[in-house]
Every structure is written in structure tokens, then in C-alpha cells.
């Protein structure tokens, strides 16, 4: 007899996956709420887990379902090894792995457990993590085109509304990009936020003192002509109650994160949303950069659903993201 676990956000989509894997004839033997897998499960999600064995007679080969495909590093190894070793074997910088165990003594790090080792990473990594802050009077969000500002912008006024059953307004300052400005309207209207379009200093001046909501302003990546662009980034940056996040992709290489950096430092970020987490084989790099630059992590993404890829960056989402723990889209199969 096959038997076989499947893993699934919802009891629908389980049972949907063994119907593709067994038939329609599969016997469920039991289902239960799990933790899920990866650093998701370190922030309390759950997902369903169905055992079911194929019928009797069913002679198919069972196949591992598709997968996000991120190259990982095998098991943290535990038992006597130094923790800067461990860290290092897991992928993490050798220098952040030394930083880390230089807080540890010989006898602590003997003997730790993979989730000792974790959790003193998660430690050292507290000055990267600014999941936790209360919002700014103005939120906002510049990059290149194409890291995902606008669908960022639309998970996070979601989650306010859903979790918190807050509205926060949503500003398009990117009167370059039609396309980008009539998303951002589409989520604001389907979320109930507030929406404004800003083309100017001025109307961006007026947009902040008639609103008494936070506001999340999206900004254009680029444009041939971004002299305006220029100043309202300018004019936020100057602002007292303005906090600018910088979106980069998790796959993005130092050179190309330092150019990012280099080229809107006019609008003096002090965050940086890192996007497309699914996407990147690791980020470990990145964000060791990150921390020695001392730019802290407000928000980490992992896809494209409104509102759920997105994550506060806590430093426990953070350590998770750098050891390459397995994400929920990928916690499909055998257990």
C-alpha cells in the first residue's frame, strides 16, 4: 500500500492534491493541523497535513509535485562543531558566522542544538529587523521599476485592513506609469483605502495635509524626463514624519544593490523592503550587506498573492531567510 503525506495551506487544495497524485479513489487515513514548514512556521502559520494511501490496484509511480527551486544546504549539523563552522556550513557569511559566535562562548556553543543555532543568529540580527515599528505619517516606497513597490504598497494596506481592521491611504506619485497607477487605484478600491494621485510637489503637499490617515505613497522607478520625480523625492526625504523604503529583489547581486543604493540616495532611505524572496536562491549575501551598512529590513516578500507574501521582518523571519529554511510553497510531499 503507497501512503503518502501532502501538505497544504487548506483542506480543499490537500485534498485536490491527492486526487492528482492517487485518483479519485484515495483513502484519507487522518488530517491535522501542522506548523508549516521554513521560517513561515517560526511566525505561528499553520497549514493541513493529509495522510491517504493509494487504492488498491493503483500501480502509478508517486512523483514530488513542483516546487520553488532554491538550492539548500543539508541539514544544520548539530553536536560539537563551533557555531561559526555551522553557520558557515548553512551558507552564512563567514564573517557575519565569526561576529555571531564571538558572543558565545566555547561551552555555550558545544553541544547546540539546530535551533540554538538559529536562534543566536536571530539575536545577532536585531539591528537588521524594523518589523516591529509603528507606522510613519507617510510610508514611502522607491526602487527601479519592476521590484514589486505597488503590489508591496497593496499587501501591506490589505494586511491593515484585514488584521487590524485599519485603513490607511494609498498615494500614486508615478505619473509616469499609467499602468501602475490604475493597479494602485484597482487595490485601493477593492481594500476601501483612500486614494490620491500625486503629480507634483504641490499636489503631494496637499495630499499629506488632507489626509488623516498613514500614507503609503508609490513612486516611479525611472522616467526620461524626472526632474519632478526628482524633487517630490526630495521633498518627502525632507519632511519630519516621512520614512522611505528602498525596495530591492532578494536576488540581487552586491554591485547591483550597491548601484540601487547609490542612485536614490536623494531620497534618503532608511529601509529597504526586500522583495521576490521566492525568487532568489538565497539572500544570505544581501543581507549580510545590508546589516554592515546598517539599512534595517522592514518587510520581507515572497510572492505575489495580496495580502499574504508579505512578512513583517522580525529577526526570527530574517535568520530563517539567510539559512534558506524551505518557504510554505515548497512544503509539499513526504514529510
Known sequence: MQVKQFRQPTVREAFQAIREEFGPSALVLSSELVSTRGWRGWVGMREVQVTASAPQGWEGQVESRPAVQRSRPADMP???GSLASRLMAAGIDPALAESVAAGMSPRQQRGMSADGVRQAL???????????????????????????????????????????KR???????DAFRAGAVEQLRTYAAIIGAPFRIARTIEEM??????????????TAGRSPKDDDLRDVRRLLGSRRGVRTHLVIPAETSLASAKRIVDRFADARPDRVVVSRLDEAESPSSLLTWLF???????????????????????PAVLAAAMLRD??????????
Do not use: C, N, W
Open 78 to 80: 548539530t553536536g560539537s
Open 122 to 164: 536571530s539575536s545577532h540580527l536585531r539591528t537588521l529587523a524594523a518589523g516591529g515599528e509603528d507606522f510613519a505619517r507617510v510610508e514611502v516606497f522607491v526602487g527601479p521599476p519592476g521590484v514589486g513597490k505597488t503590489t508591496t504598497i497593496a499587501k501591506i494596506a490589505a494586511q491593515e485592513k484585514v488584521r487590524r
Open 167 to 173: 485603513a490607511v491611504g494609498v498615494v500614486a506619485a
Open 205 to 218: 503637499d496637499q495630499a499629506i495635509a488632507q489626509s488623516r490617515q498613514t500614507l503609503l505613497v508609490d
Open 292 to 314: 554592515e551598512r546598517g539599512l534595517p529590513v522592514s518587510y520581507i516578500t515572497t510572492g505575489q498573492r495580496v495580502p499574504e507574501d508579505l512578512e513583517r521582518a522580525t
Open 326 to 335: 524551505e518557504p510554505a510553497s515548497a512544503a509539499i510531499g513526504l514529510a
